[in-house]
């Protein structure tokens, strides 16, 4: 097929370890979205800090450090650079302008989700988020899209990679837990500045936009009721040993009467048996409840440039649908 419609341009903000990989993907798939979007779609340009670095597989060409001017141009964003700000000031343009937008920015979408929605649908745009959430796993979709005619009653899991390698270590090889908070670090589990995952951050984020898809109610960062694992001592592993469980970070969200959604991230002790239980190193689990559909179960890579990539790379196709 030779598609007659002008391409639809693309601005890829950020070429990390995610924007890397759907740089890469978007060449090597290229012919493929174009069948299944009529029109080809072209990469306008890749928004870096530094554009003398050397990035395999880009075309140096279309590196810029204007990801203002870019953005500008495109008809799909694609935000990957991470971080607050200017992130949150790039996306609020495009999506003032009527843009199609794709983020995989868990902290902004939990910060300020509501408010860019509304401005999507103000002007026409579209704000899809779907990485932000355990990365590869298709668990907005589920709770938002799938279930849209069944009752959620509750969610629960284990969303942070990080922190679960560091427990697993803990538990499976007998790793001091400080030891395995240090090895977790060198071995690039962890932030250079690991306190979002230790300190329950980045669960809290996921749990919010979670509770978000699932009730449609306005939910916040600050109704979350956050524990992180920093707290926890050889002599908590020692004793979920002793009675034959283990502990994860587990972050839940329940319907409740009086205060909508009960959103909460926690240390849990779980039996061996629970599923929960079961998930090793950086694999995320999420469980949903829903009335008609009972427990569904969504489990996978939670993190990494190749699987995060893959849900980017949805969202552009259905952004791309609606340009
Ligand atoms: N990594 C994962 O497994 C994962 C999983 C799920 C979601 N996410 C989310 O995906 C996003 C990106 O993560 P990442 O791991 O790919 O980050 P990363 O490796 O740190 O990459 C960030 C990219 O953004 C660019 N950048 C940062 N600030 C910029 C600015 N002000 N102007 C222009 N470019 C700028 C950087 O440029 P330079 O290359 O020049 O430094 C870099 O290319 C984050 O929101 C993260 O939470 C990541």
């Given at each position: 097929m030779v598609p007659s419609l002008p391409p639809l341009r693309l601005a890829l903000l950020g070429a990390g370890t995610v924007g890397s990989a759907v740089a890469h993907r978007l060449h090597e798939r290229r012919q493929r979205y174009a069948d299944a979007l009529g029109r080809p779609l072209e990469l306008a340009g890749v928004a870096v800090r530094d554009t003398g670095r050397d990035r395999p597989?880009?075309?140096?060409?279309?590196?810029?450090?204007d990801a203002a001017a870019l953005a500008a141009r495109a008809d799909v964003v694609v935000e990957v650079?991470?971080?607050?700000e200017p992130a949150g000031e790039l996306i609020g343009s495009a999506l003032r302008r009527g843009a199609q937008v794709v983020t995989a920015n868990k902290q902004l979408i939990a910060r300020r989700g509501p408010e860019l929605e509304a401005l999507a649908a103000q002007a026409g745009g579209g704000l899809h988020y779907e990485a932000a959430v355990m990365a590869a796993v298709p668990v907005l979709a589920v709770v938002r899209e799938a279930l849209a005619g069944d009752e959620v009653l509750g969610i629960r899991g284990v969303v942070n990679g990080s922190t679960n390698y560091v427990l697993d270590l803990v538990a499976r090889e007998g790793v001091p837990f400080a030891d395995a908070v240090r090895q977790a670090g060198e071995l690039g589990y962890l932030e250079a500045d690991p306190t979002e995952d230790l300190e329950g951050l980045d669960a809290a984020a996921k749990i919010v936009i979670l509770a978000r898809a699932a009730w449609g109610l306005p939910v916040a960062l600050e109704d979350v009721a956050v524990t992180g694992?920093?707290?926890?001592?050889d002599a908590d592993f020692a004793g979920a040993a002793g009675r034959d469980e283990v502990l994860k970070l587990v972050a839940t969200a329940t319907r409740d009467d009086q205060r909508g959604v009960r959103v909460e991230v926690a240390p849990r002790s779980l039996p061996l048996q629970d599923p929960l239980a079961q998930v090793r190193g950086g694999t995320n689990i999420l469980e949903v409840d829903a009335v008609s559909a009972g427990p569904l179960r969504l489990v996978g890579a939670g993190a990494g440039g190749e699987e995060t990539a893959s849900a980017v790379l949805g969202d552009v196709l259905r952004a791309a649908r609606r340009c």
């Open positions: 597989g880009i075309d140096p060409a279309l590196l810029t450090s650079m991470g971080g607050l694992i920093s707290g926890l001592t």
